[in-house]
T-cell receptor, first 113, second 113 residues
Framework: GAVVSQHPSWVICKSGTSVKIECRSL??????MFWYRQFPKQSLMLMAT?????????EQGVEKDKFLINHASLTLSTLTVTSAHPEDSSFYIC?????????FGPGTRLTVL | GENVEQHPSTLSVQEGDSAVIKCTYS??????FPWYKQELGKRPQLIID?????GEKKDQRIAVTLNKTAKHFSLHITETQPEDSAVYFC????????????FGRGTSLIVHP
């Protein structure tokens, strides 16, 4: 099956700093990738759709200037959380579609102190 | 947009019993219904899916049924085992270019040995 990797798996940062999370499709190309946020014991909340070679599409309520998304190649999308605050602490998961199925990355646990 | 309701939020069963999780969707155009299993701190993994041209699909101890008229679909797990304990998410999506699934809120399944 298709494999999606994510890096880092966890990160702790100070309030006010920026954090970059990478999402890679390892054995297939993905013109579109998706970024989700998941709070403890809650469902996956779609944040944005990352489009290779064009601007990302953000869901309502998600600040595009705070969550910068870059999809520079067919196998890599990055999410940068800028000026992070404790309320940004969460589990961030990316996914990429292969045929009709979404394949998820292992997730990144972000803790902002 | 699509709205997916999932019930129950928590399900506790004894090992060997069956477990049933139900979902309803709102958009009659949805045509693809995957189910994901997510263990604590890990990525969601696709366990089974069904398309709108099929009423039932089975894979060993797992089965999914779809009622297009009523717009609901269900996950059935028979002979449950402790390792089945996890959070299960249903999703519904429309295949329009790169499809975006709408997830249910999740069901926490606990299988007691």
């Amino acid at each position: 099956g298709a494999v999606v990797s994510q890096h880092p798996s966890w990160v702790i940062c100070k309030s006010g700093t920026s954090v970059k999370i990478e999402c890679r499709s390892l054995d297939f190309q993905a013109t579109t990738m998706f970024w989700y946020r998941q709070f403890p014991k809650q469902s996956l909340m779609l944040m944005a759709t990352s489009n290779e070679g064009s601007k990302a599409t953000y869901e309502q309520g998600v600040e595009k200037d705070k969550f910068l998304i870059n999809h520079a190649s067919l196998t890599l999308s990055t999410l940068t959380v800028t000026s992070a605050h404790p309320e940004d602490s969460s589990f961030y998961i990316c996914s990429a579609p292969y045929t009709d199925t979404q394949y998820f990355g292992p997730g990144t646990r972000l803790t902002v102190l | 947009g699509e709205n997916v309701e999932q019930h129950p939020s928590t399900l506790s069963v004894q090992e060997g019993d069956s477990a049933v999780i139900k979902c309803t969707y709102s958009d009659s155009a949805s045509n693809y219904f995957p189910w994901y299993k997510q263990e604590l701190g890990k990525r969601p993994q696709l366990i089974i899916d069904i398309r709108s041209n099929v009423g039932e699909k089975k894979d060993q101890r797992i089965a999914v049924t779809l009622n297009k008229t009523a717009k609901h679909f269900s996950l059935h797990i028979t002979e449950t085992q402790p390792e089945d304990s996890a959070v299960y998410f249903c999703a519904a999506s429309i295949r329009v270019g790169s499809y975006i699934p709408t997830f249910g809120r999740g069901t926490s399944l606990i299988v007691h040995p």
